[in-house]
């Protein structure tokens, strides 16, 4: 055994040794989250004794870390709009500026009777925007469908975590839902052009989902696809809220031309980049 002290030394020269960035900090997370307490925790007990068994798991993270692994693939964990997820390496990651994707579905859809309404969650993956969703508006019909049964299973997962009732649906975008009509969609697509997918950082490429990332036509593909779709699953005056890359807005605005949608929206993230996409469709349809 050793104190927790010489323990985050340990880690803070095996890390910085091994060029990793804010190695004190990750040193920091990873020992809280293996003693089960908060980062400030560890100065307050620097000479508290860890377990072997303790440090055992330590040195197991430390050296997936120094692989470039994402911290949330190797605590299996990761907080998204104030709950916590499971994920692994079958989902993406949820990113803190797709929160503003679910502040926006939750005040646009708390503008209506939203009571018993049903909100279809595409390309759902962790489970994470939907099920963020539904914590919100108890009252929400939810389904969540993916291509991916891994991912499925992740979500029906995140959702008994998080002690909410989901639909699940396997299949490709909005076939599955052949005789159901949906007032909401909302929808985080692979939006990676294969050039922006080669230049993205080693945590990224080397772990995250290829499936969840990379989309064909530039980038655009699942934006083409359910321009086509979605008339045919959502009611009149039923609205789409989408997650895009920064830089699609102009594209995204030219997909979506047809005098069908109205009201369209390009709204900004917490980082000031054009990031989601609302709009709703005709009512006379």
């Known amino acids: 055994m050793q104190t927790i ?50 440090f055992n798991k330590y040195l197991l993270y430390l050296n997936e870390k120094i692989l470039d692994k994402p911290i949330a693939y190797i605590i299996n964990e990761v907080e998204f709009y104030n709950s916590v997820f499971y994920v692994d390496e079958n989902v993406l990651i949820p990113r803190v500026e797709t929160e503003g994707l ?15 309404k049903v909100l279809i969650d595409l390309c759902s993956g962790s489970g994470a925007i939907g099920i963020s969703i539904k914590k919100t508006l108890k009252d929400l019909k939810i389904y969540q469908a993916d291509i991916s049964l ?9 959702a008994q975590l998080n002690n909410v009732e989901i639909i699940f649906k396997e299949g490709d975008l909005l076939l599955p839902f052949e005789n159901i009509k949906a007032d909401f969609i909302i929808c985080n697509p692979p939006y990676i052009s294969k050039k922006e997918y080669d230049n993205l950082d080693k945590s990224v490429k080397n772990f995250e989902p290829k499936l969840a990332l990379l989309a064909k036509d530039d980038g655009f593909d699942f934006y083409k696809r359910l321009e086509k779709m979605i008339p045919q699953y959502l009611k009149p005056c039923g609205k789409v809220f989408f997650e895009i890359g920064y830089m699609q807005k102009n594209e995204v605005f030219n997909i979506f031309s047809n005098k069908k949608w109205k009201n369209k929206e390009i709204i900004k993230d917490y980082y000031s980049n054009d990031r989601f996409f609302f709009l709703e469709l005709d009512s006379t349809l």
Do not use: G, P
Request: proline share 0%.
């Open 150 to 158: 891994e991912a499925l299973e992740i979500a029906k997962k995140n």
């Open 5 to 54: 002290s010489l323990t985050l030394q340990f880690a803070y020269d095996f890390l910085k040794k091994n060029n990793v960035l804010d190695f004190k900090k990750v040193s920091e997370m990873l020992l809280s989250f293996i003693l089960k307490c908060k980062r400030y925790d560890l100065f307050l007990n620097l000479n508290k004794n860890i377990t072997s068994k303790e």
């Open 102 to 116: 679910v502040d926006l579905a939750i005040k646009k859809i708390k503008e209506t009777s939203y009571k018993d």
